[in-house]
Nanobody, 120 residues
Framework: QVQLVESGGGLVQAGGSLRLSCAAS????????MVWYRQAPGKQRELVAA???????NYADSVKGRFTISRDNAKNTVYLQMNSLKPEETAIYYC??????????????WGQGTQVTVSS
């Protein structure tokens, strides 16, 4: 069984910063990509940033230059440094692990989400 646990969410003023973490645990042999999504009330879930096992990154246009995704493969952990946060970025932030290889199987897994609230 694989678990993803996010942490680091909270309340921050507009213009402030937060650093999210997501740690995957279980009998994991490798993880292809680790991805951050967010979902604001009444809106669809959207991709924020992604990083492959090789370190290639991809960002939503709205966060480029302000957010940085990074990864520690040895710890199966992904981070999201968020700077210059805006009130409209208030959302639940979810971590997803794509292509998690276990001994006999491969699957994708989601974390439970962490709330980020940006006050104006």
């Amino acid at each position: 069984q694989v678990q993803l646990v996010e942490s680091g969410g909270g309340l921050v003023q507009a213009g402030g910063s937060l650093r999210l973490s997501c740690a995957a645990s279980g009998s994991i042999r490798s993880i292809n990509a680790m991805v951050w999504y967010r979902q604001a009330p009444g809106k669809q879930r959207e991709l924020v940033a992604a990083i492959t096992s090789g370190g290639r990154t991809n960002y939503a246009d709205s966060v480029k230059g302000r957010f940085t995704i990074s990864r520690d493969n040895a710890k199966n952990t992904v981070y999201l440094q968020m700077n210059s946060l805006k009130p409209e970025e208030t959302a639940i932030y979810y971590c997803k692990a794509d292509g998690v290889r276990l001994t006999w199987s491969q699957a994708d897994y989601w974390g439970q989400g962490t709330q980020v609230t940006v006050s104006s």
